[in-house]
């Protein structure tokens, strides 16, 4: 099933996260999934569901390779699970990229999450209408199986709301009720214990409160359909490189996929910028995102890494970074010194959010940072890559920046699809050859 919502903030992730957490409990095998570039989700689902979450994104990859993941990894679970992004139809471009053309393209039904806060019996007019309604682009209306209503206040109000339904001809599996203590906490706590502490009462909550007012069976029986064939998982990489990857709580913007077409290049090893010594032995190095600026004091601490890795880039040693990533290779975040590679100041003065899909040739990716870049005389020995664009073709300022066999810069890119995307191989110029042909990729 897909969860969906009318609108962001009618609480997709707590009812997913207590869905997930409730079927988990019930001794099924849960597959949980996100439509969209997020990360953030992602974690969550997986300490609900004690499985990886996966990101399904039709803009990021192309319509074969979405339909082979979910049918790969959700063929072996008993119930998968996709939250969805936004309202059920809001895409990049009208309905392109949402969770209802993605629900179309997969061919699975729609749970139906409706905020009650402010409302009663008018939701029939707004449920009927998702009932019925055609995105000229996706050519049909999706399968509604039914509603799910957030923020009930009383018995009585969930009466009227279950009139509702009823009238617009549509099914209501239950509701969540009018509950603080199901709000998702901050999402910018990184990994840290007391985050996933407060993050796993939240999720025990949600599902208590699934089994209290949704009637789970009722909603499986709706959204059951012939277990898919799973298809082969991609076999594993011949390659011979000991590519290093950063996972700790300031860098673990990661996607699932992007991990496993790593593992074709050869062995991959996480370490810790925050709490390693040294860079471990390595013939590449991904640094992705995350929030290097709430722990950048301890980065800077942890002098001995950073000098390792400034010592990696100086010699030759390939190095991609995003976001995050490409902050840790500055010269410093908001006056505290990192790696040096870069002769950048990063800062989160005047912060200003950068969002949305980006293009570079046939390479996909997304941009969201609140951060900005200051440079100095040193600028001069960095190369630069822009052309970037927008879903709809808008030129962008981002740009991809390269010094010695590193590039860097503040876009995520997806290239689970396409891993030669990749600046990583034994042969010398790889990285050279990569940047020359960015514009052409």
């Known amino acids: 099933m897909i969860i969906a919502a009318a609108s962001s903030g009618s609480g997709k992730t707590t009812f997913s996260l207590g869905l997930m957490r409730a079927l988990r409990q019930r001794g099924l095998r849960v597959q949980p999934f996100k439509c969209g570039p997020d990360y953030i989700d992602p974690m969550f689902h997986r300490q609900a569901a004690g499985c990886e979450s996966v990101n399904l994104d039709t803009y990021l990859a192309s319509e074969a390779h979405v339909t082979g993941l979910y049918a790969r990894r959700g063929g072996e679970a008993d119930v998968s699970v996709v939250e969805g992004v936004m309202g059920l139809y809001d895409g990049y471009d009208g309905a392109r990229g949402s969770s209802g053309a993605l629900a179309a393209l997969l061919d699975v039904p729609v749970v139906l999450l409706v905020n009650a806060q402010s409302v009663a019996y008018s939701v029939a007019a707004l449920i009927a209408g998702f009932r019925s309604f055609c995105a000229p682009v996706i050519g049909r209306p999706v399968r509604l199986a039914g509603v799910v209503f957030n923020k009930v206040a009383s018995e009585s109000h969930f009466r009227s709301l279950e009139m509702a339904c009823r009238d617009a001809g549509v099914a209501c599996f239950g509701y969540l009720t009018r509950n603080d203590a199901l709000a998702v906490p901050s999402r910018h706590l990184g990994l840290t214990l007391s985050a996933r502490e407060e993050m796993e009462r939240l999720i025990q909550r949600a599902a208590e409160e699934v089994e209290r007012h949704v009637d789970v069976n009722r909603l499986l029986a709706a959204t059951t359909c012939g277990r898919r064939p799973a298809e082969t998982a991609p076999d594993a990489g011949s390659g011979n490189l000991r590519v290093c990857v950063a996972r700790d709580e300031a860098f673990n913007f990661t996607y699932a996929e992007n991990l496993r077409a790593l593992q074709q290049l050869g062995d991959v090893v996480f370490f810790s910028p925050l709490r390693d010594g040294t860079l471990p032995l390595c013939d590449a190095l991904y640094l992705p995102g995350g929030y290097p600026e709430l722990f950048a004091d301890q980065l800077t601490a942890n002098a001995e890494m950073r000098h390792s890795i400034g010592?990696?880039?100086?010699?030759?040693?390939?190095?991609?970074?995003?976001?995050?990533?490409?902050?840790?290779?500055?010269?410093?975040?908001?006056?505290?010194?990192?790696?040096?590679?870069?002769?950048?100041?990063?800062?989160?003065?005047?912060?200003?959010?950068?969002?949305?899909?980006?293009?570079?040739?046939?390479?996909?990716?997304?941009?969201?940072?609140?951060?900005?870049?200051?440079?100095?005389?040193?600028?001069?020995?960095?190369?630069?890559?822009?052309?970037?664009?927008?879903?709809?073709?808008?030129?962008?300022?981002?740009?991809?920046?390269?010094?010695?066999?590193?590039?860097?810069?503040?876009?995520?890119?997806?290239?689970?699809?396409?891993?030669?995307?990749?600046?990583?191989?034994?042969e010398t110029g790889r990285v050279a050859e990569w940047m020359a042909q960015g514009q052409k990729l």
């Open 311 to 426: 010592a990696f880039a100086a010699r030759g040693g390939q190095i991609f970074a995003e976001c995050g990533g490409f902050m840790y290779l500055c010269r410093e975040i908001d006056g505290r010194e990192m790696c040096g590679v870069f002769p950048f100041a990063a800062t989160m003065e005047g912060a200003r959010l950068h969002l949305g899909y980006r293009q570079l040739g046939v390479m996909r990716g997304h941009e969201f940072h609140y951060s900005s870049l200051r440079s100095d005389d040193g600028a001069g020995n960095v190369e630069r890559i822009g052309g970037q664009r927008t879903a709809m073709g808008r030129a962008v300022e981002t740009a991809l920046y390269r010094r010695w066999n590193t590039v860097a810069g503040y876009t995520h890119w997806y290239w689970a699809e396409h891993p030669s995307l990749l600046p990583f191989g034994k």
